[in-house]
């Protein structure tokens, strides 16, 4: 069964960084595209930013553009974001997934971290 | 930006009771549209992607149509474990979610 667990979350400081980990475990983790999503309490779903299985296509969302940045190490079946210049509005549930074989919805969800920003 | 649309935000339903969520598009999105069931503390579930194809071990009773900007997902009769919250999410175009549908018990 796959398996995406995020880790790296936790309370920081308005303009503060952080940075998450998602661990892949039983899927050929090099071989699907991979992305953020993150809520904010109580609020609905967010994307904040895909990268491709090899690395050479990165998006980010309006919202996190310049100072979020994702990343992957195929070797070490890891996902990252870095988070820099942290907002207030960036509280959320932090959830790695990973896109379908064949489209890019997002099949498969971590369980999520909480990222808290707020002094 | 395509912006995404649910409605309604709420719906109170019955065990048994046929249910339908809609989804508008604001452009044309063909049929690249998936719809995600997430219970409170919990990650989002893929249950159905390019509009109407049923992710595998999704439960019958589920169904998605539409092409194009409009959308539903059906249950056909509600169960005890679909009260939840539902999201659509298109793709054709980066991703973006709608506002979701809490589905709740009347």
């Known amino acids: 069964e796959v398996q995406l667990v995020e880790s790296g979350g936790g309370l920081v400081q308005p303009g503060g960084s952080l940075r998450l980990s998602c661990a892949a475990s039983?899927?050929?983790?090099?071989?699907?595209?991979m992305n953020w999503v993150r809520q904010a309490p109580g609020k609905g779903l967010e994307w904040v930013s895909y990268i491709s299985s090899s690395s050479s296509t990165i998006y980010y969302a309006d919202s996190v553009k310049g100072r979020f940045t994702i990343s992957r190490d195929n070797a070490k079946n890891s996902l990252y974001l870095q988070m820099n210049s942290l907002r207030d509005e960036d509280t959320a549930v932090y959830y790695c997934a990973s896109e379908r074989g064949n489209d890019y919805s997002f099949q498969h969800w971590g369980q999520g971290t909480l990222v808290t920003v707020s002094s | 930006d395509i912006q995404m649309t649910q409605s309604p935000s709420t719906l109170s339903a019955s065990v048994g009771d046929r249910v339908t969520i809609t989804c508008r598009a604001s452009?044309?999105?063909?049929?690249?549209l998936a719809w995600y069931q997430q219970k409170p503390g919990k990650a989002p579930k893929l249950l159905i992607s390019?509009?109407?194809t049923l992710e595998s071990g999704v439960p019958s009773r589920f169904s998605g149509s539409g092409s194009g900007t409009e959308f539903t997902l059906t249950i056909s009769s509600l169960q005890p474990d679909d009260f939840a919250t539902y999201y659509c999410q298109q793709y054709n175009n980066y991703w973006t979610f709608g506002q979701g549908t809490q589905v709740e018990i009347k």
């Open positions: 452009q044309s999105i063909s049929y690249w």
């Open positions: 390019k509009a109407s």
């Open positions: 039983e899927f050929t983790f090099s071989s699907y595209n």
